[in-house]
Structure formats: C-alpha cells, structure tokens
Nanobody, 125 residues
Framework: QVQLVESGGGLVQAGGSLRLSCAAS????????MGWFRQAPGKEREFVAA????????GYADSLKGRSTISRDNAKNTLYLQMNSLKPEDTAVYYC??????????????????WGQGTQVTVSS
C-alpha cells in the first residue's frame, strides 16, 4: 500500500514562501516520477510541477514557473516543493502524487496512480 503524506502548508502573506514536503512509503520511491498538483475551491485539480525518478528533469506549470522549485531526496523518500513570491491566487489544497512513469514529467491527473491527502496553502493579500 502506497502512502503519501504532505506537510508544510499554512497561512502566509503575499510575497512569502513555503516549502511543502511529501513523505512516501510502500513503493520504491526512487523508481518513479512524482508530481505536485493543487485544487482551489470550485476549480479542477491542476498540475503544478513534476520531477523524474532521478530528479534530473523537472517540469512546471506556467502559473508557478520561476517561483517554485520541485526536488526530491530519494534517500529520504521525500518530495519537496519550494514556493516563493506567493500570491493570493496560489491559495489551494496542494497534493503530491506518484506515477508509474519514471523518465518524464507527466502533467495529467490520470497519469498518476497514488495521491496524498493534501495540505492547505492560504496566501493572504
């Protein structure tokens, strides 16, 4: 059974930073690509960033490109998302997800087979 547990969300003022973490278990973490998604109230879940198994290739949504960095520590089975210069429109529940792909950075929700429970990020203006 694969488990993904996000942490690091919270309330931050516009312009601030947060670092989200996702602890993974139940699957050989280093074999698979991972991703971050977010879902705001009344909106569909959307892609934020993804990273290949080795961390060598990353991909970002335009909305957070230049303001966020996805990374992973395979020795610690942990995925990270560093977000800077946060804006009120970044307010959402952020989810990490695991895919059976390894060598590229999937952007569709249907390409991921395991999801965490989410962590709330609220950016005040």
């Amino acid at each position: 059974q694969v488990q993904l547990v996000e942490s690091g969300g919270g309330l931050v003022q516009a312009g601030g930073s947060l670092r989200l973490s996702c602890a993974a278990s139940g699957r050989t973490f280093s074999n698979y690509a991972m991703g971050w998604f977010r879902q705001a109230p009344g909106k569909e879940r959307e892609f934020v960033a993804a990273i290949t198994w080795s961390g060598g290739v990353t991909g970002y949504a335009d909305s957070l490109k230049g303001r966020s960095t996805i990374s992973r520590d395979n020795a610690k089975n942990t995925l990270y998302l560093q977000m800077n210069s946060l804006k009120p429109e970044d307010t959402a529940v952020y989810y990490c997800a695991s895919t059976k792909k390894a060598y590229y950075t999937p952007r569709g929700t249907d390409e991921y087979d395991y999801w965490g429970q989410g962590t709330q990020v609220t950016v005040s203006s």
